[in-house]
């Protein structure tokens, strides 16, 4: 069952990667705000009344179409957006006057019909400018598709993979374009009805995200040119298909051609040079495959999706030789230059390795320490190396619990708080701080949206930056970042248990033991239990004999985050009472507050953490849990990371340029 859903997966890939037969006919629409105005102007309501008509002034918040030159507005007109037959994709025409003013929070919604194709891209090109310039003013656009069948049946979602800020001004407006994947997104199911109820109308809608007020002057989004096409190839067949199927004098000849699609495909996707044996055998599958397809490319696929449900491609695989015989042998032995480019890319990129790695690998210099050294700085500097950020971040703090979180409603801040520790990973890691500013910092990574939540002034726009931070906003570091605080509360309150069990296992690397199975709860009907503090119910708890041994170590550690709500705010008081957010350790050690907690850590903690990071990172390097034959590596991984300063972007090189990743 696992290899048919991995091999269908590989043929869904391959199915959106390659084409068949002539290149489809696009179905595009084009909304030119000139001709928009026009028809609306010609325009007069039945009953005479004053629509259509134009409005000597310029619209402020409203949406309308506005001609720049002459100042008049007109309201746009509601109808339906028909396909262009004789429309070409990526036309360039000249610059309007005449715009469509989109306000702040307001939006644009087309009526497509329903003549949009069911798969392949939909290209949403959009030229627009900004009406005003205040940089402290941010406006982007999104893209929203819904359906409304009948009364009763409706849906809306947000296509869009991000917003898009327009930053260019209206006198020299910008291109904004998106790419919608159409059999990703939801669809009106009633589209190919011939009947006219229920509706068979899909709806595009471009809405304005914007932090800018109101007001005489208010930034607006002007757009002019809207174009919307599917299915979108920049080019036929595209570079997706031609990287698969190149081109060859021996195409005409199946046999021939197979063989060398296969030699292609399998050394990329296995990483590793291939033999005429390997490459036998699925070519006897070809054979089979081939009666009961119309073209080569289509019965290829089969195959190929075969080749990505293989273990080569699914595992990162390590190659035996004759030479290593004895158990001495194989545990010494290095992996191979191949396998370790595909572990340095399945590390840093979550991907296989490029055309680079695998040459360097080929000519055996990928292991020469400054070559290495190199490549790790340029795979890191590439963009496919935000996966590392976000995967290891995600495992290393377990934030796959925010999916559970339901007391957050606010939908942009659920979004900052999650990307918030992934971007502070990656401005650590992109400067080579030093590890110990996960602990605190003088900094914050914060967008508007988060820094307003932070009581941050001065902070605008829905983009990640570094902002410097005093010790009164109480932040710094991820210990007090609002999705680790948040996802260990209980949707009312904090949670000293949760948030003392996720520091010491996340942070400390020192997880307590499971409960034992006749841990008593706390009783909450107890009138004499509710009229006690937080930290006094815990107190209570953690007398009971069955639960001191595990409570001790493990609540001061919570309790010293008690000044941070459940959505993370800071604060002074608890109904009406002062926070008490001091506790001592099993050692006796005193934790006052975070600030307590956090000078502890730096102070008398420091080799813990280092280690705990080492050996959370080099298990994810590896993909393995690490083992107690592998503590002595670890050891020694860690004594040199804390003589280069703790260093991130060290650590990361220490650890590919180890015996740990290196052997097998």
């Not at 990129?349 to 210099?365: M, N, R, T, Y």
């Not at 050294?373 to 935000?386: F, I």
Request: glycine share 4%.
């Amino acid at each position: 069952m696992q290899f048919e859903t991995y091999r269908d997966l590989g043929l869904k890939a391959l199915k959106r990667a390659t084409v068949s037969g002539e290149r489809p006919q696009a179905v595009t629409y084009i909304i030119s705000m000139q001709e928009e105005m026009e028809k609306a102007a010609s325009k007069k309501d039945d009953k005479g009344s004053e629509k259509g008509k134009k409005n000597p002034r310029k619209p402020k918040n409203q949406q309308q179409l506005y001609n720049r030159e002459t100042d008049e507005s007109i309201p746009f007109p509601a109808g339906k957006s028909m396909p262009r037959p004789d429309a070409a994709a990526g036309t360039t025409p000249a610059v309007s006057p005449v715009v469509l003013v989109l306000p702040r929070s307001n939006e644009l919604k087309l009526d497509l019909d329903r003549f949009l194709p069911d798969d392949g891209i939909m290209r949403v090109r959009i030229r627009a400018g900004r009406s005003t310039m205040n940089p402290d003013e941010y406006a982007s656009l999104r893209l929203i598709f819904s359906a409304h069948t009948s009364n009763n049946a409706n849906f809306s979602q947000v296509i869009s993979e991000r917003d898009i800020p327009v930053t260019a001004s209206a006198d020299a407006p910008q291109f904004i374009h998106f790419d919608i994947p159409l059999s990703d997104i939801q669809r009106n199911p009633f589209r190919k009805l011939t009947t006219t109820f229920p509706r068979r109308d899909e709806f595009l809608h471009i809405h304005n995200v914007s932090n800018a007020p109101g007001g005489e002057e208010p930034l607006q989004v002007l757009i002019d040119y809207i174009e919307i096409s599917a299915p979108f190839y920049e080019q036929w067949p595209p570079k997706s298909h031609t990287d698969i199927f190149m081109e060859s004098a021996n195409k005409a000849d199946e046999q021939v051609y197979g063989r060398e699609v296969l030699n292609r495909f399998l050394k990329r996707v296995w990483r590793r040079p291939v033999t005429s044996q390997e490459v036998d055998q699925f070519m006897d599958l070809f054979a089979k495959y081939r009666p009961g397809f119309t073209t080569f490319e289509d019965a290829m696929v089969e195959v190929l999706a075969t080749a990505l449900a293989t273990p080569e491609f699914l595992y990162l695989t390590q190659r035996v030789t004759t030479a290593e015989t004895t158990d001495v042998a194989k545990s010494a032995a290095r992996i191979s230059e191949l396998e370790l480019a595909s572990r340095l890319a399945v590390f840093l990129w979550s991907s296989i390795p490029d055309d680079e790695l695998l040459k360097l690998a080929e000519q055996g210099k990928l292991r020469e320490p400054e070559v290495l050294a190199t490549q790790v700085k340029r795979m890191l500097a590439d963009s496919r190396s935000r996966r590392f950020s976000q995967n290891f971040v995600e495992q290393w703090l377990g934030l796959d619990r925010m999916s559970s979180v339901t007391h957050i409603t606010d939908n942009s801040l659920r979004e900052a708080m999650q990307e918030e520790p992934i971007a502070f990973f990656e401005e650590v890691l992109k400067q080579n701080h030093c590890i110990m500013d996960f602990i605190h910092s003088d900094y914050a990574v914060v967008n508007e949206r988060l820094a307003a939540h932070y009581r941050i002034p001065k902070v605008y726009g829905p983009h990640f930056r570094t902002v410097a931070i005093t010790p009164q906003t109480n932040r710094g570091g991820i210990l007090t970042g609002a999705a680790i605080l948040a996802m260990n509360s209980d949707g009312k309150d904090s949670h000293p248990l949760k948030r003392g069990v996720w520091m010491l296992k996340r942070i400390l690397h020192d997880p307590p033991p499971p409960p034992p199975p006749n841990v008593p709860e706390v009783d909450l009907t107890n009138p004499e239990i509710l009229k006690m503090t937080l930290k006094e119910r815990i107190v209570d708890h953690r007398n009971k004999a069955a639960c001191l041994s595990c409570h001790s170590r493990i609540d001061p550690w919570g309790i010293a985050f008690e000044n941070y709500d459940a959505l993370g705010v800071y604060r002074t008081q608890i109904n009406n009472k002062p926070v008490d957010a001091t506790s001592d350790l099993f050692n006796r050690q005193t934790l006052a507050g975070m600030d307590g907690l956090k000078r502890y850590l730096l102070t008398d903690r420091q080799d813990q953490f280092a280690r705990a990071m080492v050996h959370k990172l080099a298990s994810y390097a590896l993909g393995r849990p690490l083992t107690f034959g592998d503590r002595a590596d670890i050891d020694r991984l860690t004594v040199q990371f804390r003589r280069r300063d703790d260093g991130l972007g060290d650590l990361i090189q220490l650890i590919v340029s180890s015996n740990l990743f290196n052997l097998r």
